[in-house]
């Protein structure tokens, strides 16, 4: 197995409000957690990369402020998109990496967010 | 950063023929090439992946090509099935930088019955 789960898989929220999404490998314990954004009929966009116990790197153009990211253990990571508003809108998907799987990264299904 | 860019951006094939869709990258420390397939509104799935060290792979009907020196890699799928069609993306990892996938633009391919 390498089952990696998100939750929740759809939310729907006001302007202005902060949500939290959880990503968790079920049956590995993940080194590195990976966060992508992808909008509708158009790539994944790397957001950060999340290790276990330290602070997740960012990619160029991603608002850590906006985007809280927390590894707190190596089966869960979790992205808080704060004071979301409707450009947020967007479906995230994480990934979890660990080097005893042959390199590979193994994708939850993805949070569709909705901001209002 | 990396830069991964993929063509087509969309194919359309009749079943049992073959379709092809070449990425190329541009960072030469790039070694790990996967390809995903992504249904819609569902999570990437690995479909098949090659190595720096390995000029190709074939998995049954998938096989994947890479050519270091011009820095492309290419998706080959043949006896093209309705079930194959999905959109599907191209990746390049820079091993010393902790494993960060970077993404081509993905293709939608669609089969034709």
């Known amino acids: 197995g390498a089952v990696v789960s998100q939750h929740p898989s759809w939310v729907i929220c006001k302007s202005g409000t902060s949500v939290k999404i959880e990503c968790r490998s079920l049956?590995?314990?993940?080194?590195?957690m990976f966060w992508y954004r992808q909008f509708p009929k158009q790539s994944l966009m790397l957001m950060a990369t999340s290790n276990e116990g330290s602070k997740a790197t960012y990619e160029q153009g991603v608002e850590k402020d906006k985007f809280l990211i927390n590894h707190a253990s190596l089966t869960l990571s979790t992205l808080t998109v704060t004071s979301a508003h409707p450009e947020d809108s967007s479906f995230y998907i994480c990934?979890?990496?660990?080097?005893?799987?042959?390199?590979?990264?193994?994708f939850g299904p993805g949070t569709r967010l909705t901001v209002l | 950063g990396e830069n991964v860019e993929q063509h087509p951006s969309t194919l359309s094939v009749q079943e049992g023929d073959s379709a092809v869709i070449k990425c190329t990258y541009s960072d030469s420390a790039s070694n790990y090439f996967p390809w995903y397939k992504q249904e819609l509104g569902k999570r990437p799935q690995l479909i098949i992946d090659i190595r720096s060290n390995v000029g190709e792979k074939k998995d049954q009907r998938i096989a994947v090509t890479l050519n270091k020196t011009a820095k492309h890699f290419s998706l080959h799928i043949t006896e093209t099935q309705p079930e194959d069609s999905a959109v599907y993306f191209c990746?390049?990892?820079?091993?010393?930088?902790?494993?960060?996938?970077?993404f081509g633009t993905g293709t939608s391919l669609t089969v034709i019955p």
């Open positions: 990934s979890a990496y660990t080097s005893g799987k042959n390199n590979e990264q193994f």
């Open positions: 990746a390049a990892s820079l091993s010393n930088t902790g494993n960060q996938f970077y």
């Open positions: 049956d590995f314990q993940a080194t590195t």
